[in-house]
């Protein structure tokens, strides 16, 4: 019933202990919010592109709110013990420079300081420098980024394009 909002709070909470795992779990909350509002417009007899925009916000703030619930504690935690806040992860940007960066295969590859972060004091800053550059680099060359993007799914899922790191789980 993803009509009800206390089924949408549940998912939320749901949906926030997960993204203590994955943190990219954050990006199924306005999923579940239109979900939230097509259920609650058909649920009320209701049709058409008009009827579910509302329930879709009303979702959206719902499965938003109960999400953070259980993130809070861990951005606190991050927020006194480190160099500075982060909501929940300190490795997007680090992330994001992996697949951007000039010498990007697709593949995992270590970045080093002369990458572009020479001069970083914690977690959150080296974070913070390496979503600026890979954004940077993003911004250089938008098709090179993009075309990698088939070589990064083959990599993430073709157990066999890396069979040894398999042997040694």
């Keep these: 019933a993803p009509e009800r909002p206390r089924v949408v709070a549940f998912a939320g909470l749901v949906l926030g202990i997960a993204t203590l795992v994955r943190p990219q779990a954050l990006l199924l909350v306005p999923f579940m919010g239109i979900l939230h509002g097509v259920a609650r417009a058909r649920s009320d007899g209701t049709t058409g592109l008009v009827a579910w925009p509302r329930g879709s916000a009303i979702g959206i703030a719902i499965a938003a709110g109960a999400t953070l619930l259980p993130v809070l504690p861990w951005t606190a935690r991050n927020c006194r013990v480190m ?72 990599y993430t899922f073709d157990h066999e394009s890396f069979p040894v790191g398999y042997l040694g789980e």
């Design 83 to 154: 160099d500075g806040c982060a909501l929940v992860s300190t490795n997007g940007g680090w992330n994001l420079a992996i697949g951007a960066f000039p010498r990007a295969t697709g593949r995992f590859e270590t970045l080093r300081a002369g990458d572009g972060c020479p001069v970083v004091r914690g977690q959150v800053d080296q974070d913070r420098c390496w979503m600026r550059a890979g954004v940077q680099w993003i911004k250089e060359d938008p098709v090179r980024w993009l075309g990698l993007v088939p070589k990064k799914l083959g």
